[in-house]
């Protein structure tokens, strides 16, 4: 029989590509997608028809408790992706971000603890900081440097701590940057390519100089698979990274270079960082990823973005490259 299994998170960037891969591997998919009133399912909507077929779409709120136990019942996995994710919007509204990402990561642990699930979390790179050392591996200290940040470094440490009070099945999965199609406009590339593909004169970015480790998300859904199918890594925190890193103005001439399309480089105030807050080094250590799981990544920054570009320029409409996204 098909595992059955629930994604939330699953009408966003990541989840979505992570849904369409689980039921190609045929897992029987509960997708939480979070509620509205027009009944968007976000990303997974653009899915094949055969996938939107195969799946089942819940929409609620990890903010539930009680939805979120009735919701994992009969399940032996839950894939963890919902979260509020943007740094600068949890500036704003930090205590959402508490709800969301701490609240509601403790509803899912009650949730598997209370229906026998194994629990693949998702951290983010983001809880290093900037980098003391490099590459950075698991045992790098955490540094919280924005909201964001403080509330996936709370979220983890609940991940942790059911593992050894309760003995829950829990991974946390750490993935670094990581991007593709179906990218969020907040998302440094897809800001770079909007604007660069738009009638706009000139490229307008935050800093330049900080350096991130980018994964294409074809990689990062292997890396949940991997993990859910290896049955390894419970109690374990893994980083998911290329093991290379790339400076953001570097990348906006690569993505200059890669389209055809040069425009002015313009670092402006309003996007960016207060300087405490802006991590300014990222770059992955993914041995440990390699030795228990035999994972590592298989399309590189520029075979990604090759894929990534065609997708972009295709869906445009849907970015908004003349004002700043939060
Ligand atoms: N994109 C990256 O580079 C990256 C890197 C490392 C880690 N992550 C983590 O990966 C996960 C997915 O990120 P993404 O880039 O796909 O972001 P995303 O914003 O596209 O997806 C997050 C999804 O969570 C949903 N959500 C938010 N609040 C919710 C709630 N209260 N109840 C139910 N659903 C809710 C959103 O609607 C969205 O669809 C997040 O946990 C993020 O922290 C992302």
Redesign the pocket.
């Known amino acids: 029989m098909a595992k059955e299994v629930l994604v ?8 979505s590509h992570l849904t369409e891969a689980l039921v190609r591997a045929g897992y029987q998919v509960q997708a ?4 509205n009133s027009s009944n968007s399912w ?2 997974l909507s653009q899915l094949p028809i055969e996938i939107k077929q195969a799946l089942s779409v819940t929409q ?4 539930d408790a009680e939805q979120m136990r009735s919701l994992s019942q009969g399940k032996e996995l839950i894939f ?7 740094i600068p919007y949890s500036y704003q509204a930090s205590r959402s971000y508490i709800e ?2 701490v609240t ?1 990561t403790l509803n899912i642990l009650h949730a598997g603890l209370a229906n026998d699930c194994r629990v693949l979390h ?5 809880v290093y900081g900037t980098a003391l050392y490099v590459p950075i591996d698991e045992k790098h200290p955490l540094q919280g440097q924005s909201p964001y940040s403080a509330s ?1 470094i709370a979220a983890d440490m609940l991940a942790e701590s059911f593992y050894r009070s309760f003995e829950l099945p829990v991974t946390i999965v ?6 593709g199609p ?3 406009a907040r ?1 440094v590339i897809p800001t770079i390519l909007s604007q660069l593909l738009s009638d706009k004169e000139t490229l307008e970015l935050g800093a330049l100089s900080p350096t991130r480790d980018l994964n294409y998300v074809a990689n ?1 859904v292997s890396a949940y698979l991997t993990v859910a199918e290896s049955g390894l890594g419970n109690g374990e925190v893994i980083n998911f990274g290329s093991g290379h890193e790339i400076a953001i103005g570097d990348l906006a001439e690569l993505l200059m270079k890669l389209t055809g399309i040069h425009k002015p480089l313009v670092s402006t105030a309003e996007r960016q960082r207060p300087s405490g807050s802006e991590v300014e080094r990222l770059l992955c250590d993914p041995n440990k990823a390699k030795n228990i799981f035999n994972w590592e990544s298989q399309y590189s920054l520029e075979q990604g973005l090759e894929l990534t570009i065609p997708w972009l320029r295709d869906n445009l409409h849907i970015y908004r490259p003349e004002s700043y996204t939060v």
């Not at 939330?8 to 989840?15: D, K, M, V």
């Not at 939480?32 to 509620?35: I, N, W």
């Not at 609620?60 to 903010?63: E, L, Q, T």
């Not at 963890?80 to 943007?86: D, G, N, R, V």
């Open positions: 939330t998170g699953a009408g966003g960037f990541i989840g939480l997608v979070h509620y976000g990303w609620g709120d990890i903010r963890h992706l919902a979260a509020l994710i943007a969301t990402n509601g998702t951290s983010t790179s983001e996936k750490r993935p670094f940057n990581t991007f179906r990218q969020s998302a990062t």
